[in-house]
């Protein structure tokens, strides 16, 4: 398995631009998570030279600089955005139609699917069209299901669907990685070869997220989103869901709340926003909390600047959480419960509550906010993020795989 401790091996040979088709099974682009891997990867090979073609849904905003194709709609459901849903088996199959003409008209070099469905679309248009495929799997295909609540864990339809992801991960030629822990879960629970997987761990643009000074233009937003001056805030940045942890969140504020009234939650995301405005409502905390909605990536440095300490409370035990090297390129304190994913990013310098306790999550924040180092653990945090997870380093990775998979194609040939 090559990984980030072979970064400074890596020597990229590719004698000229490369055309690389990504398939994106999800509505591109939309200012969160896997997105924003999905949008560095494409930025960093535009910028080395490459041609990048993202062909992804028909919803989402299109990025400055970078080529999107776009499938068309299923007519019954044309506001879908985010999670597991039963209209995406309609939908990618309406973007592997897509994907198709994208393949004749762009005619890549290689094919980069990203997520389980995007990679088994890229596997089957390989085969179609004998053109080399990377698969970027970002966290288990069944378990995000069970996250979801799309199914229920040993049920008939996660068996099923944990079988279709066995036959994806058995026929990647080579399968990138965006954390440790699922690689070991590809080898561990998918009898993976180590030798067809490559750790790529998610990366920030450690120049665009970066502490900012608290000058005018920062007070001036602080009064936009209506913070008191006073206040402590303990920021959140991602997708608003019971899977994300933003119950456990929300109660952890209340429990703050009630015993002092310094502290400020700046919960910015979607989907829900209304669910979760309304149950700060009900706790008691609505006076405490600003609920931005969706916040555009280019815009995610300034709010995150307006916090004291982040907090990322997600639950789930197999899924990448990007968010945290925002948090860290921000130089931020951060509060994570305690996962394995979380240890992979933060290392020692991360405070970890026990997973799925409020009050603990309350205690860690709380400890964090009144630590009068807390300004020295961010410094060593955005170093880490500097020294561990800069594009240059994964960016060769994904470089270099592909040109060893077009190397084996043509011996194969």
Known sequence: MLGMSDVADVSVTSPHALKVLMIAPTSFFADYGCHVRILEEAQYLRD???KVVICTYHLGRDPEGVMIHRSRGVPWRTDYEVGSSRHKIAMDMLLAVRAIRSMRDFRPDIIHGHLHEGSLIGILLSRLFSCPVVCDLQGSLSDEMVDH??????????????????????????????????TELLSRKFGCDAERITHVPDCVNTSIFS????????LAYRRALGIPASRKVVVYLG??????????????????????????????????????????????????????????????????????????????ATEGAGKLLNYMAMGLPVVSFDTAVGHEYLGDLGMYAATGDSEDLARCIELVVDNPLCGDLGRLLRQRACDRYDWALSGALITQTYVNELDRSLLSS
């Not at 864990?153 to 994806?168: D, K």
């Not at 502490?211 to 005018?216: C, F, H, L, V």
């Not at 997708?239 to 929300?250: E, N, P, R, V």
Request: charged share 20%; aromatic share 10%; hydrophobic share 40%.
């Open 48 to 50: 080395a030279g490459h």
């Open 149 to 182: 609540h799309f199914v229920h864990a040993g049920g008939l339809p996660y068996r099923f669907f944990r079988w279709i992801e066995g036959m994806i991960d058995q026929s990647a030629t080579r399968i990138l990685t965006s954390t440790m822990l699922y």
């Open 239 to 316: 997708l608003l869901a019971q899977y994300q942890g933003t119950d456990h969140l929300l109660k952890s504020a209340a429990l703050l709340c009630s015993r002092r009234a310094d502290i400020h939650f700046l919960v910015a995301g979607f989907p829900n926003t209304d669910h979760y405005r309304q149950m700060a409502a009900r706790l008691g905390i609505e006076d405490h909390c600003t609920f931005t909605g969706k916040i555009p990536y280019e815009d995610a440095p300034d709010l995150l600047a307006q916090g004291d300490v982040a907090v990322s409370p997600k639950l789930s």
């Open 211 to 218: 502490p900012r000074p608290r000058d005018a233009h920062w």
